[in-house]
């Protein structure tokens, strides 16, 4: 190799760590627990068979993970509506296929970009590859090309510990990429042993080239070299929006307290016996055992007076509260802990509208991200289609009857323009029928064209 294509990026080696305890977080689960000695502090000078014990009762209340599932659910309740204009049916009927198995795996388009979002919330990035089938032979024409299935695109996912080096142009855009994959085979099923296999795809703007454990195994032109730029797309998520980085901590301070406090609860449970005596004591005590005392002894127990567990209990409300509202959610976690500081109606308006606003700010970049992702794909084919992308920018079902009285308004002022209305009548026809095949939505929008 003519570089170490197992280099990795500077950034990439800082945040790393952090993505695997995010995902652990999000996860929770099994997966939480087997690495739960990672998140669990011991006590100072705490023996390592208590530590134990407390490792294998290790509980965790994933907020964390329903929030990002809840951002995701609701983002995506309405699928965003993709139009392509153009007279080339035949690119028409390509990508309408393509919204319905966008990857090869019969994924729709938006279950992809939703995987893509949460992906995002987790880790602050993903990555989708613009691809086509590798042809055994240079097709002569395009109808060659489209026979042989050489020009159907397909995309690929990568999680943000997939892409490990990098190099960005002037303009911010990637120079070059190395992403390495991991992947579980077998041979043949008479093989004894399970062998991981590691591959290394290296892009550049015009070229990539395909690595193994022994060297170079593939190269050549890729998917957008006659556009000049590297076929990886990548979706970041801005600091304040990156959802595991902002509650991460608040999430493990959450499962420690909560741990200690059930530990404590517990060994409130099993009272140790007090002898109150001046002779020397030595006698066994226990539940096959008896003890026998002086005219004077006492005995007794120990039991706690239950102020520090309050104090633990209210800091756990706390902390609850404040996981949701970092992650722009106050009034579900206020809803959830029963507080009892209760909001006016106006303050839980003005929470759920900032809550909107975030999500408005997530769908405008999961858009973009189609828009560019599709757009680079009907280029890279020369279909000469417009791709438009709308919609995930309501999110109560109630919204579509203000929106309809809405567009009823604004079509009752008289403005001579019939692209204003055919615009409406798409956007409406779009948004109501978000669930239909694509096929369908491409011709209701075609009808409305010649209105």
């Not at 008479?190 to 170079?216: A, C, L, N, Q």
């Not at 449970?269 to 002779?279: H, I, K, N, Q």
């Not at 999500?359 to 970049?365: C, I, V």
Request: proline content about 3%; some cysteine.
């Amino acid at each position: 190799m003519a570089f170490d294509i197992d280099q990795e990026h500077p950034e990439y080696v800082v945040k790393k760590a952090a993505w695997r305890r995010y995902r652990d977080l999000y996860a929770g689960g099994e997966q939480f627990r087997v690495n739960a000695a990672e998140y669990l502090i011991p006590r100072q000078r705490e023996p390592g068979e208590v530590y134990a014990e407390r490792l294998c009762r290790i509980f965790y209340e994933n907020y964390v993970g329903s929030i990002v599932d809840w951002y995701a659910a609701t983002l995506f309740r309405r699928e965003p509506a993709i139009t392509f204009e153009g007279n080339d049916d035949a690119s028409r009927t390509f990508f309408s296929a393509m919204v319905e198995d966008c990857d090869r795996r019969d994924t729709l388009l938006a279950d992809f970009f939703r995987r893509q979002f949460t992906e995002s919330l987790v880790t602050g990035t993903s990555y989708v590859l613009v691809d086509f089938p590798r042809a055994k032979t240079r097709p002569g024409t395009r109808g060659e090309e489209d026979a042989s299935g050489a020009s159907r695109a397909y995309l690929v996912e990568y999680g943000a510990d997939d892409v490990i080096n990098w190099s960005l142009d002037d303009y911010g855009n990637f120079e070059w990429v190395v992403i390495r994959t991991k992947q579980i085979k077998k041979d043949r099923v008479e093989d004894p042993e399970w062998r991981t296999e590691t591959k290394w795809s290296y892009y550049d703007k015009r070229t990539y080239r395909i690595y193994g454990e022994d060297g170079v195994i593939d190269q050549g032109n890729h998917a957008l070299a006659k556009l000049g730029q590297t076929p990886l797309f990548a979706l970041r998520i801005p600091e304040g929006l990156w959802m595991l980085n902002r509650a991460g901590s608040l999430q493990l301070e959450h499962f420690n307290k909560s741990n200690a406090l059930s530990w404590a609860l517990t060994m409130g449970l099993f009272a140790m016996p007090v002898v109150y005596s001046d002779r020397e004591w030595s006698q066994m005590v226990g539940e096959s055992y008896y003890i026998q005392l002086g005219p004077q002894d006492r005995f007794g127990w120990t039991e706690p007076e239950g102020k520090v567990y309050q104090i633990a209990a209210d800091n756990l409300v706390r902390l609850r509260e404040e996981i949701y509202r970092v992650c722009y959610l106050s009034q579900a976690g206020v809803e959830e802990s029963g507080s009892a500081h209760s909001q006016s109606a106006l303050s839980k308006q003005m929470d759920f509208s900032i809550t909107q606003e975030v999500l408005r700010g997530y769908g405008d970049a999961i858009k973009e991200q189609i828009r560019r992702v599709l757009r680079a794909t009907a280029a890279a084919r020369e279909d000469g289609l417009e791709v438009s992308v709308t919609g995930m920018d309501e999110f109560d079902i109630a919204d579509f009857g203000t929106e309809l009285e809405d567009a009823k308004r604004l079509l009752t002022l008289g403005v001579a323009s019939p692209t204003l209305t055919k615009e409406v009548f798409k956007k409406l026809a779009l948004k109501y029928l978000c669930d239909s095949r694509q096929d369908v939505k491409d011709r209701i929008a075609e009808e409305i064209e010649r209105l």
